[in-house]
T-cell receptor, first 108, second 111 residues
């Protein structure tokens, strides 16, 4: 069983829609990370959080430690948001354990 | 904005050859990592490096792999005798005391 599970695996949306990507994990963590991977392959860190909620522009990340669950929300989605969104966790050590990613396509 | 730089962006090598993947982490970072992503699969941890030594390595990181920080700025991953299954995107990352910053990756193709 994967230690980090994401849903959905694939997501399509119309421009302007509100998007939610979910992440569940089964291990104890010190932090949860949301990352973005573009078609060229590069990975960009979006958020690192250990409790509560963080917001950056149109992106919002929340985490519920008791339920071992996190969500990434994108408001007013845009075609340039099309990418793979990856949830990853760090535990006792600083290495990241990655989920399989959610492929998002936003159409105009 | 500071960034992690990886070279080359793409390398093709013959099976059995040695390859060295290079990374320049962010200058004041203390923790360095290599990850890999086989096509269509999730990113996997290979090794972490702190204070000039390996702090943790995965089962993937066998005797064919080694890492070095030869000159205080570069961080290298060496694969001694490449196999077909080593074909993947290799990511270098570095961190201070918070989030990790990733390089753009080196796509390694073993033929």
């Amino acid at each position: 069983k994967n230690e980090v599970e994401q849903s959905p695996q694939n997501l399509t949306a119309q421009e302007g829609e509100f998007i939610t990507i979910n992440c569940s994990y089964s291990v104890g963590i010190s932090a949860l990370h949301w990352l973005q991977q573009h078609p060229g392959g590069g990975i960009v860190s979006l958020f690192m959080l250990s409790s509560g909620k963080k917001k950056h522009g149109r992106l919002i990340a929340t985490i519920n430690i008791q339920e071992k669950h996190s969500s990434l929300h994108i408001t007013a989605s845009h075609p340039r948001d099309s990418a793979v969104y990856i949830c990853a966790v760090s535990g006792d050590t600083d290495k990241l354990i990655f989920g399989t990613g959610t492929r998002l396509q936003v159409f105009p | 904005e500071p960034e992690v730089t990886q070279t080359p962006s793409h390398q093709v090598t013959q099976m059995g050859q040695e390859v060295i993947l290079r990374c320049v982490p962010i200058s004041n970072h203390l923790y360095f990592y290599w990850y890999r992503q086989i096509l269509g699969q999730k990113v996997e941890f290979l090794v972490s490096f702190y204070n000039n030594e390996i702090s943790e390595k995965s089962e993937i990181f066998d005797d064919q792999f080694s890492v070095e920080r030869p000159d205080g700025s570069n961080f290298t991953l060496k694969i001694r005798s490449t196999k077909l299954e080593d074909s993947a995107m290799y990511f270098c990352a570095s961190s201070g005391f918070s989030e990790a910053f990733f390089g753009q990756g080196t796509r390694l193709t073993v033929v």
